[in-house]
């Protein structure tokens, strides 16, 4: 499995992107995470392989959606509202997690590459 995080790109607060992980398989659990500088790498979302049920962050609900098409294999992240405290690397990563370890990145076996979120006015 080869992850591809595309998407990123600098926008204003307030601003809105899409963030895209293409080749994540229907039947893996799939979790967007990210990593600011001089930070440890943080749980923002995932949707599970099984039943497709969503998670989010605290800092992130009601402003981010996760989704999945199954017929393209890819995994979308839409982040509206965007703050500059959301500016980071993203990552998804794909996986077969239990539901309490979704927020670790250890659980997870395959990552993208990283797509850099910079949120500035």
Known sequence: VQLQASGGGLVQPG??????????????TVGWFRQAPGKDR???AAIRGSG???HYTDSVKGRFTISRDNAKNTVYLQMNSLKPEDTAVYYCAAGRPILSSLTMPSVYNYWGQGTLVTVSS
């Open 52 to 54: 497709g049920s969503t």
């Open 15 to 28: 601003g809105s992107l899409r963030l895209s992980c293409a080749a994540a398989a229907r039947t893996l």
């Open 42 to 44: 943080e749980f923002v």
